[in-house]
Every structure is written in C-alpha cells, then in structure tokens.
C-alpha cells in the first residue's frame, strides 16, 4: 500500500504538466475558432453587400453601365496581383512550420508588397471613376459597386496594417507558438480576401462587362 503511494505521489507532477498543456492547446484551439466564427461573420456581410449588388446592378439611372466602364485586362491584373500573394502567404507559412525566419520574411515581404500593388490599383480605378463623374452617388449601380468593393479594399487596408505589425514581430521577436497563432489567423484572413476577390471579379467584373 505504501510503495503504491509513493508511485502515485511520483507520478503527480507529470499529470499537472500535462493538464497545463492541455489547457494551453484548448485556448489556442479556442482561439482559432473563435477567428473562424469571425471569418463567418464577414462572409455574412460580404454575402449581404453581392445580393444589394445583385438588386441594384441595373439601376444605371441613365448613366453608364460596368461594359462601358470596366477594364477586363485592368482588373485582371489586379486579379492576378491578389492570387499571387495568397500563393506567397502560403509560402510563408510553410516557412513558420520550419521556424525559418528568413523566409517567413522574404514570403511575408512579398505578400504585403503585392496587397500594396493591388490597393493601389483599386485605388487608381475609384479615383478614375470618380474624375469621370461615375461616383457612388451617380446610380444605384455605382452605389453598390464602390460599397462592394470599397469593403473589400478596406479589408486589404487592415490586413496590410496586421500584416505590417507581425513582420516587425518576426523581425523583433522569437517565434513563439502565440506569435505563429497570429501569423495563422493573419493567413486564413488574407486568404479569405482572395476568395472574395474571386467572387467580386466573376459577379461584378466578368459579368458586368458582358
């Protein structure tokens, strides 16, 4: 009875060790998913903004139309910009499973650089629409094209500043397993944005210039 309780008295540190990691692996799967009801969130306004496109795309109230104003090879670069970094996002974090710093940054570089491309791009495209006279207080169309659009460019704007903040931290920092949780959630975010972009170019772009 007694050599049973001094085993059972040894094993105790190993099981409190465990439990704390356990409860550490619990929050962070907690956290993930708590981002996760987040990203649903946004699909749900993303959702909401291509169905009030959907009612008012032709109401043009005598104006012009997305055939007469939308440039194809415009926007598929801009297409092309934004698919390219989330190849380079996953890149990076193929690096944070490695711990390789260096590459984290250079992929993580090169994505900022590209969702900078990109926004500056949009931007060029609102500021011409807004010269000509097509802004979004021309036509229900163009009411719902820039609140569509110009959500998702807000979007870009906050991941690019998340993204900014993480890079310093890599750059600052040890990777720690709370600061590769942010890099993930920073991932799936960015990530989201692209499938978006997919939808706004086929529903908005594609379509519209038909």
Not at 44 to 57: E, I, M, R, S
Not at 141 to 161: C, E, K, N, R, Y
């Amino acid at each position: 009875m007694k050599r049973m309780k001094v085993v059972a008295e040894a094993a105790l540190p190993t099981t409190v060790v465990d439990d704390s990691e356990t409860t550490v692996d619990q929050f962070r799967s907690k956290t993930i998913f708590g981002f996760w009801l987040y990203l649903m969130t946004d699909c749900v306004l993303f959702a909401v903004l291509f169905a009030t496109y959907g009612v008012l795309h032709n109401n043009i109230s005598g104006g012009p139309s997305g055939h007469e104003l939308f440039s194809l090879p415009f926007v598929l670069v801009e297409t092309l910009l934004l698919l390219t970094s989330s190849f380079t996002c996953g890149l990076a974090m193929l690096a944070t499973q490695r711990a390789d710093k260096k590459q984290i940054l250079i992929w993580f570089g090169l994505t900022f650089a590209l969702g900078v491309a990109f926004l500056t791009l949009e931007l060029t495209e609102f500021t011409k629409l807004i010269h000509e006279g097509n802004s979004w207080r021309a036509s229900g169309f163009l009411s719902a094209f820039f609140t569509l659009v110009g959500t998702h460019g807000l979007h870009i704007t906050s991941g690019l500043l998340w993204m900014g903040v993480l890079i310093s931290k890599v750059v600052r920092q040890d990777l720690t397993p709370g600061l590769i949780k942010r890099l993930t959630m920073l991932s799936l975010f960015w990530h989201l944005l692209d499938i978006v972009w997919i939808f706004i170019f086929t529903i908005v772009y594609l379509i519209g210039a038909r």
